[in-house]
């Protein structure tokens, strides 16, 4: 079993930075794709990005892309969202999530991850 703890959250101005870290405690989380998510206030969980065990892909969705990059260091068990560029509409809070173990691709859907942490917030104001 995995547990997943998001740090790195906080009020940013617009075109600010911010890096979000996703620390896991457990075996085996060096064989886990690694997803992060955001929730806005009255909206739907979305997809945010996902990276593979080996962090050797990563994956985003069209209204992230070129802004955020994932990565993660499996010696640290940690995983990471690095943000630049924000948007007040990047405000939400921020998820990140283990993928269920027996997926070999990944998936953008939250019910395909079984381990979630308890979520950061980001606020960006503009």
């Known amino acids: 079993q995995v547990q997943l703890v998001e740090s790195g959250g906080g009020l940013v101005q617009a075109g600010e930075s911010l890096r979000l870290s996703c620390a896991a405690s457990?075996?085996?989380?060096?064989?886990?794709?690694m997803g992060w998510f955001r929730q806005a206030p009255g909206k739907e969980r979305e997809f945010v990005g996902a990276i593979t065990w080996d962090g050797v892909n990563a994956y985003y969705s069209d209204s992230v892309k070129g802004r955020f990059t994932i990565s993660r260091d499996n010696a640290k068990k940690t995983v990471y969202l690095s943000m630049i560029s924000l948007k007040p509409e990047d405000t939400a809070v921020y998820y990140c999530?283990?993928?269920?173990?027996?997926?070999?691709?990944?998936?953008?859907?939250?019910?395909?991850?079984?381990?979630w942490g308890q979520g950061t917030q980001v606020t960006v104001s503009s």
């Open positions: 457990g075996r085996t989380f060096s064989n886990l794709i």
């Open positions: 999530a283990s993928e269920i173990p027996t997926e070999l691709y990944v998936h953008t859907t939250p019910k395909m991850y079984d381990i």
